[in-house]
């Protein structure tokens, strides 16, 4: 079965700092893997994808990720968070013909 | 930039109405998706949609759900007979091709009372 995780349910980071928001992922077959961000009461914007290629991916706002396929993870990262960054994230994994499977979220909180 | 529409951005209904969920998703793309966020919960698959047909849905779709391409453009979430257990946020997506990321929609608050 396809399914994602996210261990923590808010990260709280000072301004300045690097933060990781943690994923990991399990699926059957190569993993379509994405991170999405919400801001209240908003949809869901893309911010990065992996698909195939370099582990290291880069998105939107500064953000990256890395896909490590020995430990199943897909961390999502930005050397220096910003307050405005504090938002709902969600790491979601493709599965089947076309759907998504999301994890269940990660507040950040980005403290001035 | 081209993004997904979704109208109302809240509707609130009496419960056993029917409510219709409209979306104009980005118009080169070719599959279409709705979700939904009960408050403070994952998000949850719902329905997917391609080439015209349903190609997957979830448990949570029952016959009480259905979904339209009524044209070249909309997408249609309906709820025949509406329980206070729909009130959600429903999002719809779309996507340009099976394994590209999927863009969505702002939400529709539906509140069932």
Sequence with gaps: ?112 | EPEVTQTPSHQVTQMGQEVILRCVPISNHLYFYWYRQILGQKVEFLVSFYNNEISEKSEIFDDQFSVERPDGSNFTLKIRSTKLEDSAMYFCASSRTSNTEAFFGQGTRLTVV
């Design chain 1, 1 to 112: 079965a396809q399914s994602v995780a996210q261990p923590e349910d808010q990260v709280n980071v000072a301004e300045g700092n690097p933060l990781t928001v943690k994923c990991t992922y399990s699926v059957s077959g190569n993993p379509y893997l994405f991170w999405y961000v919400q801001y209240p009461n908003r949809g869901l914007q893309f911010l990065l994808k992996y698909i195939t290629g370099d582990n290291l991916v880069k998105g939107s706002y500064g953000f990256e990720a890395e896909f490590n396929k020995s430990q199943t993870s897909f961390h999502l990262k930005k050397p220096s968070a910003l307050v405005s960054d504090s938002a709902l994230y969600f790491c979601a994994v493709r599965a089947g013909f076309n759907k998504f499977y999301f994890g269940s979220g990660t507040k950040l909180n980005v403290k001035p």
